[in-house]
């Protein structure tokens, strides 16, 4: 069976959603808590949640492991959409065999924020400019140098089926902040905050090292 592509999916699915309408895949009729993201060879994303009025809070949980029946062009794809609600997820995952795709639908203007691995490596798009883009402590140390900002779209056949890839269609605020993929939590905002100071202030010192043709600090 030949998997349709997720590169159109986006709009096509938001169009034929019906209002006032809450979908969620697999098995749950409710947008909040933790659900396993498995591979979907029937539908062209392997998870869907969808509301209209309600707020989405989801932590999505991917398996350390690539299914026998996954194509290696593959990437774990989830689709996340709140009409009128705010949106919360948290992308939890142990291993990188699981790369994904994650869309995210927002049109609102209600706040998003999203927790991603700390081990991210790919791209974020944002085709829709947000009212405000922050960045935590803890996404800013572990995962902005592996990150390409962009602002356009993702186009068919642009796809790097091994590396992470984020979407966001909101023009509200986004944070985007860190999943700890060692100790499986959330960051924790104190103690990056002081990693942050501690290598900002690293390179001040170097920066004032390199005045010197020869400096000996005592």
């Not at 791209?123 to 602002?151: C, D, E, H, Y």
């Not at 010192?205 to 020869?214: K, Q, T, V």
């Amino acid at each position: 069976m030949t998997r349709p592509s997720t590169s159109h999916s986006s709009s096509s699915y938001e169009s034929s959603s019906s209002a006032g309408s809450t979908i969620c895949t697999p098995t749950s009729a409710s947008g909040l808590g933790a659900r396993k993201i498995h591979f979907n060879p029937h539908s062209d994303w392997d998870f869907i949640a969808a509301t209209d009025s309600e707020p989405v809070d989801l932590d999505l949980l991917l398996p350390h492991y690539r299914a026998v029946n996954q194509p290696r062009t593959h990437r774990l794809s989830m689709y996340v959409h709140s009409r009128h609600g705010e949106v919360k997820a948290k992308v939890c995952r142990t291993s990188r065999a699981a790369p994904f795709l994650l869309s995210v639908h927002a049109p609102s203007g209600a706040p998003v924020t999203l927790y991603l691995p700390s081990d991210f490596a790919g791209t974020i798009r944002l085709p829709v400019r947000p009212a405000k883009l922050a960045l935590s402590a803890g996404f800013t140390n572990a995962i902005q140098p592996r990150v390409m900002l962009a602002g356009a779209p993702r186009r068919e056949g642009e796809e790097a089926y091994d590396m992470d890839e984020v979407e966001v269609y909101a023009p509200g605020p986004v944070t985007l902040r860190m999943w700890d993929v060692c100790e499986g939590t959330p960051e924790r905002a104190a103690r990056e905050a002081w990693r942050k100071l501690c290598r900002a202030t690293s390179k001040r010192d170097l920066g004032r090292a390199g005045d010197w043709d020869f400096l000996l600090d005592d």
